[in-house]
Protein backbone atom coordinates (compact mmCIF):
# COMPACT_ATOMS: atom_id res chain seq x y z
CA UNK A 1 0.00 0.00 0.00
CA UNK A 2 2.29 3.04 -1.50
CA UNK A 3 -0.46 4.79 -3.38
CA UNK A 4 -2.58 6.78 -0.93
CA UNK A 5 -3.97 9.60 -3.71
CA UNK A 6 -6.67 7.76 -5.55
CA UNK A 7 -8.91 11.19 -5.08
CA UNK A 8 -9.95 12.83 -8.66
CA UNK A 9 -10.29 16.61 -9.58
CA UNK A 10 -13.90 17.05 -11.09
CA UNK A 11 -11.70 18.64 -13.71
CA UNK A 12 -11.65 16.29 -17.13
CA UNK A 13 -14.11 15.58 -19.31
CA UNK A 14 -15.83 12.60 -21.31
CA UNK A 15 -14.71 12.97 -24.70
CA UNK A 16 -17.35 11.15 -27.39
CA UNK A 17 -17.02 11.17 -31.16
CA UNK A 18 -19.63 11.54 -33.28
CA UNK A 19 -18.59 10.06 -36.51
CA UNK A 20 -21.89 11.05 -38.08
CA UNK A 21 -20.79 15.26 -38.16
CA UNK A 22 -17.32 14.41 -36.62
CA UNK A 23 -17.96 16.95 -33.62
CA UNK A 24 -16.25 16.13 -30.60
CA UNK A 25 -18.68 15.38 -27.25
CA UNK A 26 -17.78 16.63 -23.95
CA UNK A 27 -19.88 14.83 -21.34
CA UNK A 28 -18.64 15.48 -17.43
CA UNK A 29 -17.79 12.18 -15.10
CA UNK A 30 -21.09 10.59 -14.07
CA UNK A 31 -22.98 12.17 -16.90
CA UNK A 32 -23.86 8.70 -19.08
CA UNK A 33 -23.40 8.08 -22.66
CA UNK A 34 -25.56 10.47 -25.07
CA UNK A 35 -27.80 8.83 -27.00
CA UNK A 36 -28.26 11.13 -29.86
CA UNK A 37 -25.60 13.59 -30.70
CA UNK A 38 -26.03 16.93 -29.71
CA UNK A 39 -25.02 18.35 -32.64
CA UNK A 40 -26.71 16.66 -35.43
CA UNK A 41 -28.93 14.25 -33.60
CA UNK A 42 -27.44 10.99 -35.45
CA UNK A 43 -28.32 8.12 -32.92
CA UNK A 44 -26.18 6.62 -30.12
CA UNK A 45 -24.53 3.81 -32.26
CA UNK A 46 -22.88 6.68 -33.91
CA UNK A 47 -21.10 7.71 -31.11
CA UNK A 48 -17.91 6.67 -30.07
CA UNK A 49 -16.09 6.89 -26.70
CA UNK A 50 -12.63 8.66 -27.05
CA UNK A 51 -9.81 8.11 -24.05
CA UNK A 52 -11.26 9.41 -21.15
CA UNK A 53 -8.93 12.07 -19.12
CA UNK A 54 -6.44 12.54 -21.64
CA UNK A 55 -3.58 12.52 -20.03
CA UNK A 56 -1.96 8.90 -20.96
CA UNK A 57 -4.98 7.18 -21.98
CA UNK A 58 -5.22 4.19 -19.26
CA UNK A 59 -5.66 0.86 -21.10
CA UNK A 60 -8.16 -0.20 -18.68
CA UNK A 61 -10.67 2.77 -19.56
CA UNK A 62 -10.99 1.31 -22.89
CA UNK A 63 -14.34 -0.17 -24.14
ZN1 LIG B 1 -23.15 14.54 -34.67
Redesign the pocket.
Same mark, same amino acid.
Given at each position: MGQGKIRRPLGPLKKFL?R +??G?IIEVPYGVPKPMT?P??G +?PGFMIHRLNAGGRGGPPWAKG
Open positions: C +ACRCYC +A
